[in-house]
């Protein structure tokens, strides 16, 4: 093994008793002034260059002192010069005597140390028995014993033990030293046990030896602690080192020595990477988490092979290599997943988490499982990075949607993958877009255990932005549309817009999301939508129909806003109400008139009109969604009934006073009910819950005309002649649509559609 003697520098703090002296300054000085007249003379300026001998020949005296007097300047700026550079490399010279004295100190401890070990050397080599050498086996060879020694020579050995012991420590020859110390320890245990291996020896210097056999374990021990922690000192060195100190019996010691030693060699490592001002990022974090699980590697390796598989070491190695984990991500938390988190980069976040998660994961063959530490570790992080993507979506379509013109349009170009056909305004396609960027980073946040957290993000935003799309109806008060912040759709196709860009979203979103958790989710959930019922993956998965639940109901929200606004607007006008009981009781009045050409009343047949419309605008805006219509229309009806059975104006009056309401009156109201049946079952809508409604108004119309006392047999119409007249004024409100309304059909389908509806 290598010598790990201190260096000179670190020996020169304790000065010799007897140092000798350091250059004087004088010496110092003169050496330096010879060195400057030499630099003089090669530059022609000293004081031989100032004097020509030929002209000191014909000079006077006069001349003579002029000359002197030149000299004599110039020596003056000579010393000045010296001077300053004696005053400027002061510290230097200093410096240098303090190397030249500690230098020769350690020359005569040097030469101290040659003149004992000769001296003992001599000793030995008079001495009637030799040092044991190891062999090449392992063992102790006594050569030079002969076969029929004397007792007196293991005493005579045994005296011998120390004072060899202590020239192998001085020559650093570590595996020599411990065999030497096996035998002291084995010659003890032979006096104490009485197997006739120690006689001779008396107790006093048995304790003695232990005593001097227990200083050179101490101080051996000491020396390969002092080796292990030294940076230079890896590899094989290293193992020899900590599996000596093993020998010595400090086995505990040892093994954390060891991971000591990886973790210092490992911060120096980062700390010359910090400084070299390697960019934070991906290269950043690949170089940390390889310097980090490379060093784990390592000491794992080094731990077998010197200890063995000890469940003790093995232990107290995964508890190390959880802390040096914690390190690693707390140093890639720090420099770059805090950065990305504040800035929303959410990308560069889960890129570098699956760079360090790569290489956590190659430490699994051997036994080491980390990836679950250093996920929760850095999942903070990552989910600060997620919420501030997620938030800056949000802000990014909110200002689209200040300026939003709510007509869809065609897919963007350059649209990729799932949902790249759909139909949205631009605001839907940006915010589709954008969740569809975040989507693709799904497969690394479920391997961290933010899959449902990031579902959940997904419903918030969905929500956020249903809530634009709310703000987006025409306001029912004037205050609410002094708050607006949404540009408002302010007639019926750029409403359905709305509806259009909630359910499509809806849908796709849960298509990508599904195709980024389970195969072929794509496929999956694309027959799905077209076989609700259908039992498929995508519909077994718990975060998928999570999923699917949040959003629907987020989009029954915004149905529940648009159909109340449309119902009122039916219901409501700058008057008040249209639900008036007025309307039923003044039918009476003009009998001839009503018996003549019974029709609908006004406000039933604006419903009517409004169903049309909506239909018709639906096949363009929804096109391909004719569910999506025909369950929107349903809802459509379902409010408008509701509002009928909860209005005030109708029923409070009614009910308060059914003396007014006369037989005429009375079949108008059912008159109206089955008109607007017939109005839902011919356009396809007309849903159980729908006709139980109006079932049940109509009953309810019966029970309050009978309270009046009036004979209910007789004012009934006869139902043949109501589902007649019910399906005239059907067909020629349909004609009178087709041809009076104003109504510009897109293109033939539409005439023809609204053409079918006709009731036979």
């Not at 030799?130 to 060879?141: C, D, F, M, Q, Y």
């Not at 076969?147 to 060899?164: I, K």
């Not at 094989?236 to 086995?251: C, F, K, N, T, V």
């Not at 510009?744 to 006709?758: E, I, K, L, N, T």
Request: net charge negative; glycine share 6%; aromatic share 6%.
């Amino acid at each position: 093994m290598a010598s790990a003697k201190p260096s000179v520098r670190s020996r020169a703090h304790a000065p010799p008793s007897r140092a000798p002296p350091p250059p004087s300054a004088r010496s110092t000085y003169d050496a330096y002034r010879d060195e400057q007249d030499r630099a003089n003379e090669r530059r022609g300026a000293g004081p031989k260059s100032s004097v020509d001998p030929h002209k000191g020949q014909s000079l006077g005296e006069k001349g003579i002192r002029r000359i002197c007097e030149e000299l004599m300047d110039l020596q003056k700026i000579h010393q000045n010069d010296m001077r300053k550079s004696v005053f400027q490399n002061y510290t230097v010279f200093i410096e240098t005597s303090k190397e030249i004295a500690d230098l020769e100190t350690e020359i005569t401890a040097m030469s101290n140390l040659l003149h004992s070990q000769a001296a003992l050397i001599r000793t030995l080599a008079q001495s009637a028995a030799s040092i044991p050498v190891k062999s090449s086996g392992g063992t102790l060879e006594k050569e030079y014993y002969k076969d029929d020694f004397e007792r007196t020579d293991v005493v005579r050995r045994a005296e011998l033990l120390p004072d060899v012991l202590d020239v192998l420590l001085a020559e650093r020859k570590v595996d020599e030293a411990i065999s030497l110390l096996d035998e002291g320890e084995a010659l003890i245990a032979d006096f104490y046990n009485g197997n006739g291996g120690a006689e001779g020896l008396s107790e006093d210097f048995i304790n003695q030896l232990k005593m001097a056999l227990a200083e050179r374990t101490a101080g051996l021990a000491a020396y390969l602690a002092e080796a292990v922690q030294q940076p230079t000192v890896r590899g094989l060195e290293l193992r020899s080192a900590i599996s000596a100190l093993d020998r010595l019996g400090d086995g505990s010691r040892a093994h954390t020595l060891l991971l000591q030693s990886h973790e210092e060699r490992l911060k120096h490592s980062m700390n010359s990477l910090r400084q070299s001002g390697a960019s934070y990022g991906g290269v950043y974090t690949t170089a940390i988490s390889q310097l980090v699980f490379s060093a784990i590697a390592q000491a794992s390796r080094d731990s077998v092979a010197v200890f063995g598989e000890v469940p003790s070491y093995a232990s107290e190695l995964v508890l190390w290599a959880g802390e040096v984990t914690e390190m690693c991500a707390a140093v890639v938390k720090r420099n770059v997943l805090l950065t990305s988190a504040a800035a929303g980069g959410l990308r560069a976040a889960v890129e570098c988490v699956q760079i360090a998660l790569g290489h956590c994961a190659l430490l699994e063959e051997r036994g080491l499982t980390l990836c679950p530490t250093l996920s929760k570790l850095i999942r903070p992080s990552v989910e600060q990075a997620m919420k501030a993507n997620l938030t800056s979506i949000i802000e990014i379509v909110g200002s689209l949607a200040a300026s939003e013109s709510w007509i869809v349009d065609a897919p963007q170009r350059g649209s990729r993958g799932v949902g790249s056909n759909i139909r949205l305004t631009s605001s839907g396609h940006r915010f589709f877009s954008l969740v569809q960027d975040f989507l693709e980073d799904m497969p690394s946040l479920a391997g961290i255990q933010l899959g449902v957290v990031a579902m959940e993000g997904v419903a918030d935003i969905f929500e956020q932005y249903i809530e634009m799309l709310i703000k987006a109806l025409p306001a029912q008060e004037p205050e609410e549309e002094s708050k607006r912040k949404v540009r408002v759709a302010s007639n019926e196709e750029q409403q359905l817009s709305l509806l259009g860009n909630a359910t499509s979203l809806a849908d796709e979103i849960v298509a990508v999301a599904a195709s980024k958790i389970l195969p072929g989710g794509v496929q999956v959930l694309a027959g799905e939508l077209n076989a609700p019922r259908s039992s498929t993956a995508a519909a077994r998965s718990p975060e998928i129909k999570d999923l699917r639940r949040q959003l629907q109901t987020h989009v029954e929200k915004l149905k529940f806003y648009l159909c109340n606004g449309i119902i009122i607007g039916l219901c409501y006008d700058e008057y008040g109400s249209r639900l008036s009981a007025t309307t039923y009781f003044q039918v009476d009045s003009d009998m001839p008139r009503w018996q003549e050409a019974p029709l609908p009343t006004v406000l039933f047949q604006s419903v009517f009109h409004k169903l049309i419309s909506i239909h018709q605008i639906a096949g363009d805006v929804l096109a391909g969604k004719e569910r999506i219509t025909q369950l929107f229309l349903i809802r459509l009806t379902e409010t408008f009934v509701k509002a009928l059975s909860t209005s005030p104006e109708l029923w409070g009056t009614i009910e308060e006073e059914p003396s007014s309401l006369g037989p005429l009156g009375f079949q108008q109201f059912l008159l109206d009910m089955q008109f607007l049946a017939t109005v839902a079952r011919n356009m396809g809508f007309l849903s159980r819950t729908v006709n139980q409604a109006i079932s049940q108004e109509e009953e309810r119309m019966k029970e309050t005309y009978m309270t009046s006392g009036a004979d209910l047999d007789s004012a009934l119409p006869d139902p043949d002649w109501l589902q007649a007249t019910v399906h005239d004024n059907f067909n020629n409100l349909l004609d009178q649509w087709n041809e009076n309304m104003g109504f510009a059909p897109r293109d033939v389908s539409d005439v023809q559609s609204v053409s079918s509806m006709r009731s036979e």
